[in-house]
């Protein structure tokens, strides 16, 4: 049966790839050789606008393990090694309170059994575990400790080759079904056909749709850009918190539901478990906690290739011929920080003869015309920009706008056919509804006062000195580096074609998965581009 699956799914994705051509032939995408294009706002849907429904977590047993210490919350990520993955999971159930005995680490084994598909799971690999904890400032007696989370890295991988696994202790035994992943191709010439871009997630219906429609298109890698299980939206005793969210600096109370993050990662193992799944951090995976710890549970729960960069907020890794830069906005980026510094590095050493895209992302849109968090990053851009466009970024993918929207190319708020394509897709489902009001429409441009970066501080916001906005903070239309827009819930799917073209396409949850209603071809031009 999934030697069928298998090769069905094969059969499938080489249709796609036939009908991708042809769609190259009879010219029906738009490349950005012919751009810029002429800006696009898409009518807002108001059928879709409604209450965001948050899935009914509490009442649903196949998310629970039915065995004990049976892994679960199973997730795949790369290295910074092609020849390796990261496999994590969790096993036994959190604690909330103080008067409580965390479980052991050492009580339960990390091991990962694998193999080459269909022949044999003959290859163990263990690795580490650990717990940890979320201690609220206000003393609030909800503190919570964290299950078993365990991390093997699996090594020895061949490139674009199919493996089974099963993860746990087969001592107890507790294992886990067997789960399956494909290894990235190795560069130059080949790439992974298929990535997945998506931001907001979030644990709602509509977060349900993305994810099934997502899995439903078979991806080789998934790029999450932050906000991902918005478990800081939740009070410590599971209710939504009626303020705007509970663990921001200007809250009352400093509060985050962490049992959100273990039914996140539950739901999310029908992608994760399968799908290496690479994830950067958002303004709502801060979750500061007392003695000022933040970002805890996003490092705990996800496996990164930080060796180089010594981070976890920021680091690269390469997906075939695609170099990856992740960058942190919610910590120091001018240019005497480590992060800043790292990058420097990390760019110059990138070799486009081995990895020719260039492809970073960060949680705040540098680019965005959308009312809500308007020029919030200008403070990064001011500082980045210059770096990221001297080596010949190709594409920039961020979040945390809760709609859609991609840029012509753009450099200096200037049209550049040398500048990075932007394509903001925070809209994956969320718990906070769609953004549907632009900054260039009457009465939605904000003061300038108003929109400092809120966690790092300060304010590079200006008017505009030159262009059509000279003299103002805001467009007084859509403006000319914004190609396309629209507030809708979905995700996007880069396809990496060859050296210098790849097709992305915007794929909405009101339409059918297989359904793109923005496509376009980015086209490199190595020869008169810097790179």
Not at 2 to 24: D, G, K, P, T
Not at 54 to 65: E, G, H, Y
Request: with cysteine; glycine share 8%; charged share 15%.
């Amino acid at each position: 049966m999934v030697l069928a699956m298998e090769s069905l799914n094969r059969l499938l994705h080489c249709w796609i790839l036939l009908i991708s051509l042809l769609f190259v032939v009879n010219g029906q995408f738009p490349s950005t050789l012919e751009g810029p294009f002429k800006p696009v706002t898409v009518p807002v849907n108001y059928s879709i606008i409604g209450q965001v429904t948050s899935l009914p977590v509490n009442d649903n047993p196949p998310l629970s393990p039915e065995i004990e210490f049976q892994p679960q919350q199973i997730s795949l990520s790369l290295s910074s090694d092609l020849s390796s993955v990261w496999v994590s999971w969790i096993t036994g159930e959190y604690q909330i309170g103080d008067d409580i005995e965390p479980l052991d680490p050492q009580s339960v084994a990390s091991v990962v059994q694998y193999g080459v598909y269909k022949s044999g799971r003959n290859n163990l690999a263990a690795g580490s575990s650990f717990i940890y904890s979320q201690q609220y400032p206000n003393e609030d007696p909800n503190n919570y400790t964290s299950g078993i989370i365990h991390r093997v890295l699996v090594t020895g991988l061949d490139p674009d080759t199919m493996y089974e696994y099963q993860c746990g202790d087969p001592s107890i035994p507790a294992m886990s079904e067997v789960h399956y992943f494909r290894t990235m191709p190795s560069p130059p010439k080949d790439y992974p056909s298929r990535v997945v871009v998506v931001g907001g997630l979030g644990l709602t219906y509509n977060t349900s749709t993305t994810i099934s429609h997502m899995a439903a298109n078979h991806p080789d890698l998934a790029l999450l850009v932050g906000d991902l299980s918005f478990a800081d939206l939740y009070c410590t005793n599971g209710t939504l918190c009626d303020f705007q969210n509970c663990s921001f600096p200007q809250s009352p109370l400093q509060e985050t539901y962490q049992p959100r993050w273990d039914h996140w990662g539950r739901f999310m193992q029908i992608l994760t478990a399968t799908v290496p799944t690479m994830v950067i951090e958002g303004d709502h995976e801060i979750e500061k906690q007392a003695d000022d710890l933040t970002f805890t549970a996003y490092n705990y729960r996800f496996a990164f290739p930080s060796d180089e960069s010594g981070s976890t907020l920021y680091y690269s890794f390469n997906a075939g011929g695609i170099h990856f830069v992740m960058l942190g906005a919610y910590v120091p980026y001018d240019k005497s920080s480590d992060q800043y510094k790292w990058l420097e590095r990390d760019l110059f050493n990138v070799n486009r003869s081995v990895t020719p895209w260039l492809v970073a992302a960060w949680h705040p849109p540098w680019y965005s015309t959308y009312k809500d968090h308007y020029r919030e990053a200008e403070c990064m851009r001011v500082e980045m920009e210059e770096l990221l466009y001297k080596h010949g970024v190709d594409i920039v993918f961020n979040g945390h706008v809760n709609a859609y929207e991609r840029s012509n190319r753009v450099y200096n708020y200037t049209l550049d056919p040398c500048g990075p394509v932007h394509i903001t897709v925070g809209s994956g489902g969320n718990e906070m509804n769609l953004t549907l009001e632009h900054a260039d429409e009457p009465g939605n441009c904000p003061d300038p006062s108003n929109t400092p970066d809120r966690f790092m501080g300060g304010s590079c916001g200006f008017n505009f000195t030159s262009g059509p906005a000279a003299g103002n903070f805001c467009w007084n239309e859509q403006p000319e580096y914004s190609a396309y827009r629209e507030s809708s819930f979905g995700y996007g799917i880069l396809e990496v074609k060859n050296q210098t073209h790849a097709l992305w396409m915007w794929y909405r949850n009101q339409d059918r998965y297989s359904v793109g209603t923005d496509g376009i071809y980015i086209v490199r031009q190595p020869d008169r581009c810097p790179s």
